[in-house]
């Protein structure tokens, strides 16, 4: 059948040729790729849910501007402790014996005493500190972390990959056999290396080097689509209207694969924050007294039976900030991929049909 | 008469775009017999593959079909899923434009011919193979055993179609719809495959729809025609009624758009250009891809002489892969030349490097074949233009867009389109803006490869009289590459003929067409289409006896 199947999907395309020549008249590529956007309903949802989460992250703690213990002046946050604050643990009411269970009460119907969200509404870590403060530091550590990583591989990853792609010959296999050097060492291993020796100068300085190391992938696919778009007519064109190289890398080729930039740029910063993740659980990340997210759970990786807690709300913060950035991904790969068409649900198939027989039977 | 194999009636096809149907087809009525062929003609968009596709239930999911459809007195609309994939292949069988993207890639010719015939009946693989190789043998691919095991890329381009053909023919079909079978083939081949398509016609008695919309090919295939435009049926008769007494005026229109081959006035150039200094000259050119890994060196174009004189246009014919689009490519500068001496303008760039070609570049405008892959799709139209003056130095800002807006005007787009995406303008709009970024630093010497290839016969018309329009007003030299001595034929004061990478003659118009002294020059001639079925039959003849 594989004659038959390729025949149906040569007709589907010369439809949805034909269709999409209709459907983008009169607008410009990124007015087209914005309203396909907006129409991919996980992605917005996610832009608006992962803004307002990074806005209360970053509004949650004082800032203090200057030296830390004598600073210039604070800007305060929303939440009363700060993660390096330590209040006297609670013992009451905690179930089996435990300490420093969570006072947040969001089921109202259960004991009666309405939503609140009381003193530690995340519960409290082994000496006191406050697990709220905790898990807004960490995620500040670990979304600072991930757009560090974002950009740095994201600007190395794209001309690293349209160097050897419109170059080829020699610079591309002198670049291209680096790739492979460092696609050989696991990035893993590579942070543990750099987090044993520089872990303790701080998250940002770690979010850095691990962006050294991360921009493989993505150079490997810019370069691939600078292969083929090298050999387009219009860079041809180009080069007869008088380019030069940087003007037909930048201006020419660059904007017609950014939807493959965009793309992995966000794949990539997801996965950026699963590598802190596990560098820190590993030990090799952010280190104490600072916290991230994976720090957290790694600390707290024995408290797993008895204070769950520990547990669940560092874990909700990684799975929530990973799957957004996720979805966006996914919302623009479509609305910049011109064959991704919305399709037609068999509900709407059956109302048109309806509509129509309607109109005719009139 | 007898009960027709296939019967249209009131046929609509529709699509669901945006929340509204927009039609494809509109209430088609007509009727193919047995050994007949039906020739649905029309300009893309015309619904001519939508009709095609339809009547299969191929189409798209957003698509929706009212009307009825019967296949040897079954109705086809509405049946079942089973039903229809059992008259697929069976009753009715498809060949389609692209050979290559048609059949699988990763199966042999062979394996796809038996996987029909196998779907379809009860039969053994070594039975299977034998009926195959008897097809294979019957579309006449050379070595029809050792065919059976090639892959679709190891055979030509016309092999692949006959192949296609091949395994369409599997099962004795009724009806054989055939979308643009020829379109992608070179004239030669292209004629072979409508001689083989005739010849099976009336060994198996099947009847043909046949999708195109080259007139040359109706007349050459067609019984009956029908004449489509934006959905509709325009006119619908013999194909002698059509071509000798059309009525309708789109029909006319669509005739007359077609170009003939020897009907246009002479096109002289003064006698004292030919005295001038060439624009361009080629002595001895051979240009080469170099050796790649594994995959040697390729010579393209082996000892070339071709000169163009000042307000000259010469027309490069060739088949595909015969060197023409290398030689345009060459003369600016695109690819370097392997041996010889090739000059522009007096400047001898043989060995030049990029750094010395930026002058050069000042003199040259290319416009390339595909309209679509020629515009950056991310930049304006109006940067496209303006980009050789910006990068020349001569304007901007404010200055820029004057002499945009006044390329726009030359080549009859409105000023307003400055603004345009290349996705927002038909393809033969876009052609137009590929000459006039070409023509914006009013060049010299202009290399046209294959301009109108892409595009519409009406459309191809009237961009082929602006090219004149514009030839004349501005008196630059041409190189016009094309595999359509009837395009080349209008334009050229002098034609040059390639094959396999050699100049195989070159002359003036007349010489060419009427007094060609290469054979292969000769088969050229006689393998073009023409519009006119009379004539065609007596080509054909002429073609069968000499063989």
Same mark, same amino acid.
């Given at each position: 059948m594989a004659r038959k199947d390729k025949a149906v999907e040569i007709v589907n395309d010369a439809n949805e040729n034909a269709i999409a020549n209709k459907e983008t008249e009169g607008l410009s590529q990124g007015q087209i790729v914005f309203r396909r956007f907006i129409r991919h309903r996980a992605a917005m949802f996610s832009v608006v849910f992962l803004f307002i989460l990074i806005t209360v992250v970053f509004t949650s703690l004082d800032w203090r501007i200057g030296n830390k213990d004598k600073p210039l002046f604070t800007i305060p946050g929303w939440w009363k402790y700060g993660f390096e604050d330590m209040p006297?643990?609670?013992?009451?009411?905690?179930?089996?014996?435990?300490? @420093?269970?969570?006072?947040?009460?969001?089921?109202?119907?259960?004991?009666?005493?309405?939503? %609140?969200?009381?003193?530690?509404?995340? @519960?409290?870590?082994?000496?006191?500190?406050?697990?709220?403060?905790?898990?807004?530091? @960490?995620?500040?550590? %670990?979304?600072?972390?991930?757009?560090?990583?974002?950009?740095?591989?994201?600007?190395?990853?794209?001309v690293i990959g349209a160097v050897s792609g419109y170059f080829r010959g020699l610079v591309d296999a002198a670049l291209m056999r680096l790739v492979d050097f460092i696609i050989t060492v696991p990035v893993i291993i590579i942070g543990s290396v750099i987090g044993f020796h520089y872990g303790n100068k701080g998250a940002a300085f770690l979010a850095l080097l691990l962006g050294l190391f991360s921009w493989t992938g993505l150079s490997r696919l810019v370069r691939g689509e600078f292969l083929t778009l090298r050999e387009r007519e219009f860079v041809d064109a180009a080069r007869v209207a008088g380019a030069g190289n940087r003007r037909i890398i930048f201006k020419h080729i660059l904007p017609n694969a950014v939807g493959v930039i965009i793309v992995s740029v966000t794949l990539l910063m997801s996965g950026a924050i699963l590598t802190e993740t596990a560098l820190s659980y590993l030990g090799f990340g952010v280190v104490a007294p600072d916290v991230s997210l994976g720090l957290l759970i790694s600390t707290y990786q024995d408290a797993f039976t008895t204070r769950p807690w520990l547990f669940w709300y560092p874990g909700i913060f990684i799975i929530a900030i990973a799957l957004c950035i996720n979805f966006i991904g996914d919302g623009l790969r479509d609305a910049f991929d011109p064959r991704q068409r919305r399709r037609l649900s068999r509900k709407d198939k059956a109302n048109a049909r309806n509509m129509a027989s309607r109109t005719e039977v009139a | 008469?007898? #009960?027709?194999?296939?019967? +249209?009636?009131?046929?609509?096809?529709?699509?669901?775009? /945006?929340?509204?149907?927009?039609?494809?087809?509109?209430?088609?009525?007509? /009727?193919?017999?047995a050994g007949k062929t039906?020739?649905?003609?029309? #300009?893309?968009?015309?619904?001519?593959?939508?009709?095609?596709?339809?009547?299969?239930?191929?189409?798209? $999911?957003?698509?929706?079909?009212?009307?009825?459809?019967?296949? &040897?007195?079954?109705e086809m609309l509405g049946a079942s899923k089973a039903a229809l994939r059992k008259a697929r292949g069976k009753e009715v069988a498809y060949i389609f434009q692209e050979p290559m993207t048609a059949l699988n890639p990763v199966y042999?010719?062979?394996?796809?011919?038996?996987?029909?015939?196998?779907? =379809?009946?009860?039969?053994?693989?070594?039975?299977?193979?034998?009926?195959?190789?008897?097809?294979? $043998?019957?579309?006449?691919?050379?070595?029809?055993?050792?065919?059976?095991?090639?892959?679709? =890329?190891?055979? $030509?381009?016309?092999?692949?179609?006959?192949?296609?053909i091949a395994q369409s023919l599997a099962c004795d079909p009724g009806l054989l719809v055939a979308d643009e079978p020829t379109t992608a083939l070179d004239v030669t081949i292209q004629a072979e495959i409508l001689d083989l398509m005739r010849g099976l016609r009336t060994k198996l008695n099947s009847a043909i729809l046949l999708i195109t919309h080259d007139m040359g090919v109706v007349a050459d295939m067609a019984d009956e025609i029908l004449v489509m435009k934006d959905g509709h049926t325009v006119e619908h008769g013999s194909a002698d009624q059509i071509f000798n007494r059309p009525q309708h005026p789109y029909s006319k229109q669509l005739l007359a758009a077609v170009p003939k081959l020897g009907s246009s006035a002479k096109r002289t150039l003064p006698a004292e250009a030919r005295k001038q200094m060439p624009v361009m000259k080629m002595e001895n050119v051979t240009i080469a891809y170099p050796k790649r890994g594994r995959v040697p060196e390729f010579v393209a174009v082996r000892d070339f002489n071709l000169e163009i004189f000042p307000g000259e246009i010469v027309g490069l014919v060739g088949e595909s892969g015969s060197g023409k689009t290398t030689v345009g490519r060459a003369a600016i500068g695109l690819l370097p030349i392997k041996s010889g001496k090739l000059e522009i303008m007096g400047n001898d760039i043989s060995k030049a490097t990029w750094k010395e070609l930026f002058p050069i570049r000042r003199h040259t405008g290319i416009v390339f074949q595909d309209p679509a892959s020629s515009l950056n799709p991310r930049l304006p139209i109006g940067e496209s233009i303006g980009e050789p003056i910006l990068l020349a130095g001569l304007a901007k800002g404010d200055e820029l867009n004057h002499k945009v807006e006044d390329l726009l005007e030359q080549v009859e787009l409105p000023r307003s389109y400055r603004n345009r995406f290349p996705h927002e303008l038909s393809g033969g709009q876009r052609q137009r803006v590929g000459i006039a970024r070409a023509l914006a630093l009013t060049p010299d010497l202009l290399i046209a490869d294959e301009p109108t290839s892409a595009l519409d016969v009406s459309v191809q018309a009237r961009f082929l009289e602006l090219l004149l329009e514009l030839q004349d007003k501005l008196k630059f030299a041409c190189l016009f590459i094309s595999?359509?001595?009837?395009?080349?034929?209008?334009?050229? =004061?002098?034609?040059? +003929?390639?094959? &396999?990478?050699?100049?195989?003659?070159?002359?003036?118009? /007349?010489?060419?067409?009427?007094?060609?002294? =290469? #054979?292969?020059?000769?088969?050229?001639?006689?393998? +073009?289409?023409?519009?006119?079925?009379? #004539?065609?039959?007596?080509?054909?003849?002429?073609?069968?006896?000499?063989k």
């Open positions: 006297e643990l609670r013992y009451a009411d905690c179930p089996g014996g435990t300490v @420093g269970c969570p006072t947040i009460d969001g089921i109202p119907f259960l004991d009666g005493d309405g939503v %609140s969200l009381g003193d530690h509404p995340f @519960g409290q870590d082994d000496i006191g500190r406050d697990y709220l403060a905790l898990v807004m530091r @960490g995620a500040q550590r %670990s979304i600072l972390v991930m757009f560090i990583i974002g950009i740095i591989a994201a600007t190395l990853g794209t | 008469m007898s #009960e027709p194999v296939l019967q +249209v009636r009131e046929f609509t096809v529709e699509f669901w775009v /945006d929340g509204v149907w927009y039609p494809a087809a509109i209430k088609m009525n007509f /009727d193919v017999h039906l020739a649905i003609v029309g #300009e893309s968009g015309s619904g001519k593959s939508t009709t095609a596709m339809g009547i299969m239930n191929l189409l798209a $999911s957003n698509a929706r079909t009212s009307g009825s459809v019967k296949v &040897n007195g079954k042999t010719i062979g394996f796809q011919i038996v996987e029909t015939l196998r779907t =379809h009946f009860d039969m053994g693989p070594n039975q299977a193979k034998e009926r195959a190789i008897e097809l294979i $043998s019957m579309v006449e691919i050379p070595d029809p055993e050792g065919s059976f095991n090639k892959y679709p =890329h190891q055979l $030509s381009g016309g092999q692949r179609q006959r192949a296609m595999h359509d001595l009837a395009v080349v034929d209008i334009l050229s =004061h002098r034609i040059a +003929v390639m094959q &396999n990478g050699l100049l195989v003659e070159e002359g003036d118009r /007349d010489d060419i067409l009427k007094r060609a002294k =290469h #054979e292969y020059t000769r088969k050229l001639i006689a393998a +073009v289409p023409v519009p006119d079925p009379e #004539e065609q039959r007596k080509r054909r003849e002429a073609r069968l006896a000499s």
